[in-house]
Every structure is written in C-alpha cells, then in structure tokens.
C-alpha cells in the first residue's frame, strides 16, 4: 500500500512537472537548447573508438493525450553519405529506422536499457526504413507516418502515449550522423504542443567548433540518490560540468579514447524533480568529428532519461545568501 | 576594656580643631560623591537623644534609642547611662514603642538584625553574669519569630561574660553572625568578628583581620546581600572626622582593604551604621551630623525602576557573506566575487565586508565562467537589511581593569519619537550615575550587569515618566 502511494506520488509529481514545463512546441531531436549537431550511429562493423559503443541509438517520442491528429518522425539526412555523415573508407553503410507503437513499447524493461539486448525492440512495428548512401536523402528529410496517436503506448505517468524510433547501422563501418522531428506535417517540421522526445543513453556527434557549448538534461526522478554518470570515447576533448538548481558547477570525469568513464554524485533533495544540465565545453586543441555516449544511472542501477525539453527548465542554480555577523 | 560605644567628647574638640583640613580633604574626596542619593533627618523618630542602627521590619522599622518615653523604669544604668531599648516605629500610623516588651529592662538593649525572611532576629542585650560581678555584659541572644511572638530566646553560644559583644548583623539566610565585640584577641578596643552556623552551633568568633579591624574601633556591621560588610570605624588611616561608614567584601577567601563610603554617607560629623536595601536605592543612616547627637536618617534615590530590561542587541557592521549552498569550489572553471548594491565589486566566493551604516544591501554572488569567458547568469542574491535596534545603547569596554575610570556612554542611544529626559545608570555594584555620558569605577573584581535607563521627559511634574532599559555585562578584572 505504502510503495502504491508512493508510486502514485511520483507519478503525480512527473505529471505536474511535464503539465508545467512540456508546453514548448519544439520536438526537434536534438532540440535546440542543447545546440547537439548530431545524433549518431555507426554502421555495425565499425571499431568502437570512432566513437558509438552499440552501433544503435532508441529515442521516444510523447504525444499528449489532448492531442489525436495524425503526426509525423520526420528524419534529416538518414542516408549514410554525404557531406554530413562519416566515411570509414568507402561509404557501405545501411542503418535500419524502426518506428514502434503499441503495449510494451516502453514499459518493456529493455526497452529502456541502454544497450540493444533482449526484447528492447518491444511494442508493435508501425513503420521502417533501410537507408544506404543515398544523395537523395543527404541533407534532406525523410518522413515517417502518418501515425495515429492512438498506436501508441499509453504511459498514466506521461499522460501520453509514447512511440520509439531505434536507428541501428545494421552494416558498414560508416557513421550516420541525423536529427529527427516530431511534426504534425509530412513535408514541414510544425511541432506538437506539449510532446517531448527523450532517451536513456545519448550518441552525438560534437560540434568541431570550439566554441559551441552543448547541454544534455537528465531528469532526476524522485528516489534518486546518488547517480552514475557514463561516457564512452570522450576523447579528453574539453570537459563535462554538471548544474542544477543546487550546483553551481561541478566537473565530471570525461573519458578517453575508446573507453567508458565514470563519475558518481550525490542527489541534493532540491533536485529532485528537476533537470541537470550536462554541459560541455571542447577543448581548445580541437578534436574534430569527436562522437560520444553518455547515460546516467541511478543507485539502484536504473537508466534515467534525458529529456530534449528539460523537465522544470534549463536548471538554473540559486544559491542561499548567508550573512554571518563579526563583532 | 571600653564601655558600650558612645562618642568621645575629645573628637568634638578635635573635629573643631582639624575643620581647615577637613575642608581640604573634601577637595580631594577618597571616592566620588554619590550625589543621587537625598537624605533627610526621620523627624518622626528623632527625640533630641541618642536613636542608632534602624533596620526594617515589617512596615516599620527597628532602633534603639535613649528615649525616657520607653516606659522603662529607669532612664540609666548603674553609671547614670542613659539606657538603649530596642523600639519600634510604625509607619502606618507613626506609632513608636518598644519593639518587644519582654526585653524593656534596666539595661542596655540593642541593636538588632533580622534574616530576610524574618523568622530569626540577634539581637544585644547586657544581663548579669555570675562570672562577673564587676559589671553585666553585653551579649547576643537570638528569637525565633512565630506567628508573631518572639519565643525562644536563647544566647549566642560564644558570649563572654568579660566583653561586650554588640550589633549583631545577621547574613540574610541567618547562617552567619558579624558583630562588634571588645574580645581578648581584638586588635583595638572593639572589632568586627564572625561566626558561622555549622552543624546546629556557632563557630568560634573570627576577627577579620587588620584589613578591617584597626586599633580604634570597629562598630556597627551590617552584612548586605551583595556580599559587602558595612561598618563604622574610628581607627582608619584616612579616618580624620571620627567614625566614618567602611564597606570590605570577601574576595579569595580574605576579606579587601576597608574603603570608605563617600558623601552623602560619611560627613565630616560621626557616621555610624548604614542599612541598605538590596539595590542600594534606599536605606538608613546612623549619624550625628547636624545635632551632636546620634540621629537616624533615611535615604533614596529617584533613580527609576528598570523593569525587565533587555539585552542590549548589537548591531553589526561586518559580516562574513557566503553561498551556503556552495558544495563545490573550481577557480579553474570559475571566478567568483560580490557586488554589491551593483557597485562595489568583493572577489571571492566567500568574503568579509564591513558596511559602511545602516541600509539596504543587496548582495549577489557573480560567477564569471572562464570557460565560456562570460559571466554566468545569476540568482543566488539577497538584501541584507541593517538597522540600528530601538533600545538603550551603552557604549563601553567588555573588560575593564579594577579601580580604572571608564567611561559608559548612552550616546548611541537609539528611541526614534522617545523624547528623553535623562539617562539613569545602574552599574551593578550598588552605585548609580547619571547623564548621557558617565565615569565610573569598579572597585572590586568580577561580573556586573550595568542597566542604562532612558527616562522620558516629563510634560508635566506628575507624569511618570516611561523608562526603557538595556543591560549589558562587563568583566571587572585584577586584584583588589
């Protein structure tokens, strides 16, 4: 009964939080406010230190309850060629893009895993795609649906229904890097109010400007008490700092070549219920075509999901002024 | 062996003789007039003879006097004395009498001393002793107040049928015993001795030593709450006019240099006993001044009452500024550092400032992020809001050395809309001041609360003024 009420509670609390925060209107995957340039996915034959460790990347979408128009996964430049995407070689290869729908899509635990193992393709297939070197599709858009918001899986927490796309290079060693859009338009990106897009582990390629800061947001869910921060092939390329509404600036441990890296914080209880801000800065002797992973899990070994739309907001840190009187 | 103290007509010679240089001791005064206090004469009590050592019982009070209206059936002794009887006067009504009938006899009576509780009174009475026939002691016998009556009568345990033991001066729990006694040991003709209450008997009687007991005499104890022993001595180095009022005070276990009390306490006349109150604002006086006869007087002060006094909150300046939510410090990523009010700029995450006066300061923690070479947007800010307190301010050192002038200044005194009238000092010690700014000096070691008063200005003479009251403690330090 205990643990009901308390499961209650959360979900109450996640619904309020999304109710408050998830009323922007862009599903562009990366979103903006994490200034991402990529997401990526290398072709299954590639060697991991160019930079994705499972060679397949899942993302969910969230369609509010209020919302039943027919919606559209719009993907930008999901060929493997081009000016974009990375050449080992010659360009061979093909990523797969499987949309799912329907029970299990994402209560499925291994849905929500952050390797491709077990039923993580869980839920019911609404549509897929091979995409090759193709210039038709270079630097353009390919869009899936229309979907019925009803095909999805209905989540209470959420108060949504929630579909996922999982993009795997199925062969080839060649990167492919691409974006998505959650669009209520087959040939336009026009966005959904109030849906959001998140994952539990995040492939991207970095920005080859020094100057560009990037953001990711995990979202700390309420029982969170202490977090494990994960990063694969960083690289060394600059650093990774870690603000919330209780931390100012904190740095973590970023890796190297072709290794994972971790770090683990304290959860302050201000920041419950709230968003970190993963930031990351690149070093000044520029890495270019840096590809990275980063998931984050909790104490009990859970993956927490990075919300593209931060939950509460971009984290701002607030401090608490003391004035300590000196005779 | 001197008879019962009565002043030796020589002094009055000699005081007519020395008056020059008595003037000229009263330009160079041992201890700053306490000119707070008004005397006047008890015209109600005074008969024209000898009246002393008044202490209050009751709503009256208790004395001996000469009095031939005391209804004993001879007015002297054996020596054509005049005898002393223990006599009462009540205020309501104005009535006088003998205190307690019983002890009306052809004898001396007297004085007496009551605990505060006044349950247990000493009290000197001459009886006749077996042991001597040549004359009756004088000794102290102590009665038991119930419901009233005086019963159980019974002498001091250490009377001596060859001495006077005389002015018992009870300590409020009844549990020590001062008097003056002409004992065998005694340094001059009579001393101040005491005994203590152990086990159900009186110790053996102390003398107290040279640093008060002199070879004049040492007369009349009284023993305050406070801790001081009072007391009239002849005998004192700078003891020219006679019997003079002395206060000692027990310190590591010996008791101080006899100091004398100041004007209005001590005239150039003989000043022989002093009673007072527990805050020293009121008591009474044994003197000749004025009339060449012992005479009771009544003293007070128009020093108000501080009630409930608070402490005086200090307003601070200088303040440690700090981000308590701060758990992580990088100078490499970040430089941090205070603006205040948008103006003044304090590097640091962490610093120390003091504000120039009461105000308004906002202050709000900049984060300059070197990375990103720009500042990082900020929200940790708060207003600190410094204000002087309303209360009485009393400006003074914590710690001040013993027997050294300070000064104690209530300039600071902040009453927005109070229109004050005086500032009132009570300094913890027994003694009081009064003005905006004072000097005072402790005499003895130890802790004082020191309590400054601001009195509102009357608008007419029958108002009673509002007073409000701080206190602060100081710490009186060295030897006596």
Redesign the interface.
């Given at each position: 009964m205990h643990s009901k009420c308390k499961e209650m509670k959360r979900k109450l609390y996640i619904i309020l939080l999304l109710s408050i925060s998830v009323l922007g209107f862009s599903q562009p995957v990366p979103n903006v406010e994490e200034n991402i340039p990529h997401l990526m996915t290398f072709g299954k034959l590639a060697e991991t230190s160019w930079g994705d460790d499972d060679f397949s990347q899942a993302f969910f979408f969230l369609i509010p309850e209020e919302y039943d128009q027919p919606f559209f996964i719009r993907v930008f430049d999901p060929d493997t060629g081009g000016e974009i995407d990375e050449i080992a070689g010659e360009w061979n290869t093909r990523c797969t893009y499987e949309v799912f729908g329907g029970e299990g899509v994402w209560t499925e635990p291994d849905a929500r895993e952050t390797h491709p193992s077990g039923n993580y393709k869980s839920g019911t297939m609404l549509a897929s795609r091979a995409f090759a070197e193709n210039p038709r599709y270079d630097n353009s858009w390919y869009t899936f649906g229309p979907f019925n918001p009803a095909q999805g899986e209905y989540v209470e927490m959420y108060q949504g229904r929630i579909f996922k796309i999982i993009c795997e290079g199925v062969s080839g060693d060649d990167g492919n890097m691409y974006r998505y859009f959650l669009s209520t338009e087959a040939d336009e990106n026009r966005p959904i109010e109030g849906a959001n897009a998140f994952a539990y582990e995040y492939s991207f390629r970095m920005h080859n400007d020094v100057n560009e800061?990037s953001h990711i947001y995990p979202y700390i869910e309420e029982g969170t008490v202490t977090v494990r921060i994960s990063n694969f092939d960083w690289d060394a390329d600059g650093?990774m700092?870690v603000i919330s509404v209780?931390?100012?600036?904190?740095?973590v441990r970023v890796s190297g070549e072709d290794h994972w890296t971790e770090d683990e914080l304290r959860i302050l209880d201000e920041e419950i219920g709230t968003s970190f801000d993963f930031r990351f800065?690149k070093a000044r002797n520029l890495v270019r075509n840096n590809n990275v992973v980063v998931n984050v899990r909790n104490q009990r070994n859970e993956t927490l999901p990075f919300y593209t739309i931060p939950i509460g907001g971009v984290p701002?840190?607030?401090?608490?002024?003391?004035?300590?009187?000196?005779? | 062996m001197r008879p019962f103290p009565m002043t030796p007509s020589i002094f009055n010679e000699m005081k007519k003789a020395l008056l020059p240089i008595w003037i000229l001791l009263l330009l160079l005064p041992p201890a700053a007039a306490q000119d707070y206090y008004n005397v006047r004469k008890q015209t109600r009590i005074s008969t024209g003879l000898n009246e002393a050592a008044a202490v209050p019982f009751e709503d009256g009070v208790v004395y001996i006097t000469e009095s031939t209206s005391v209804g004993a059936s001879s007015p002297t002794d054996p020596l054509g004395r005049r005898l002393f009887t223990i006599f009462y006067y009540r205020e309501k009504g104005g009535v006088k009498g003998p205190f307690i009938d019983a002890l009306v006899t052809r004898r001396h009576e007297g004085p007496v001393s009551f605990t505060s509780d006044g349950t247990l009174m000493a009290f000197s009475q001459q009886r006749p002793s077996a042991a001597n026939r040549d004359f009756d002691p004088l000794g102290i016998y102590f009665a038991d107040n119930v419901e009233g009556q005086w019963t159980n009568i019974r002498p001091y345990e250490h009377n001596d049928p060859f001495a006077w033991l005389f002015s018992p001066a009870l300590s409020p729990d009844g549990r020590t015993l001062f008097f003056s006694a002409n004992l065998p040991d005694a340094i001059g003709g009579f001393d101040i001795y005491k005994s203590e209450l152990k086990g159900g008997s009186w110790t053996k009687p102390e003398n107290l030593g040279r640093a008060v007991n002199t070879s004049g005499e040492e007369l009349y104890p009284f023993f305050h709450p406070s801790g001081k022993l009072y007391f009239s001595s002849d005998g004192h180095d700078d003891n020219l006019a006679g019997y003079d009022l002395f206060e000692t005070i027990l310190l590591n276990g010996k008791w101080t240099k006899a100091r004398k009390l100041p004007a209005p306490f001590n005239t150039l006349s003989n000043d022989y006993h002093v009673w007072f109150d527990e805050n020293f604002k009121s008591g009474y006086i044994t003197s000749d001044r004025g009339s060449g006869s012992k005479e009771i007087f009544t003293f007070g002060t128009d020093i108000p009452e501080f009630e409930a006094p608070e402490p005086i909150k200090?307003t601070?300046y200088?303040?440690?500024?700090?981000?308590?939510?701060?758990?992580?410090v990088?100078t490499d990523?970040?430089r941090y550092s205070w603006l205040i009010n948008d103006t003044l700029e304090l590097p640091g995450h962490e610093v120390?400032y003091r504000f120039p006066g009461p105000g308004r300061y906002v202050?709000k923690?900049q984060?300059y992020?070197r990375?990103?070479d720009t500042l990082?947007?900020?929200?940790?800010?708060?207003t600190?809001n410094i204000e002087l307190n309303e209360q009485a301010v009393i400006t003074c050192p914590d710690t001040i050395p013993v027997n050294t002038p300070v000064v104690f200044d209530g300039s600071e005194t902040h009453l927005p809309g109070f229109n004050i009238g005086r500032y009132v000092w009570e300094f913890g010690d027994g003694t009081y001041g009064e003005g905006i700014r004072v000097t005072h000096a402790y005499r003895y070691p130890g802790t004082y609360r020191v309590i400054l008063g601001v009195e509102e200005r009357k608008q007419n003479r029958r108002d009673v003024p509002e007073v409000r009251s701080n206190f602060r403690d100081v710490v009186v330090t060295g030897s006596d």
């Open positions: 800061v650093n700092v209780a931390r100012q600036g904190r740095e800065v701002r840190y607030r401090g608490e002024v003391e004035f300590d009187p000196i005779d | 200090k601070y200088k303040y440690r500024i700090y981000d308590r939510k701060l758990d992580t990088d990523l970040f120390v202050c923690l984060v992020d990375q990103l990082v947007e900020g929200q940790t800010v708060k600190l």
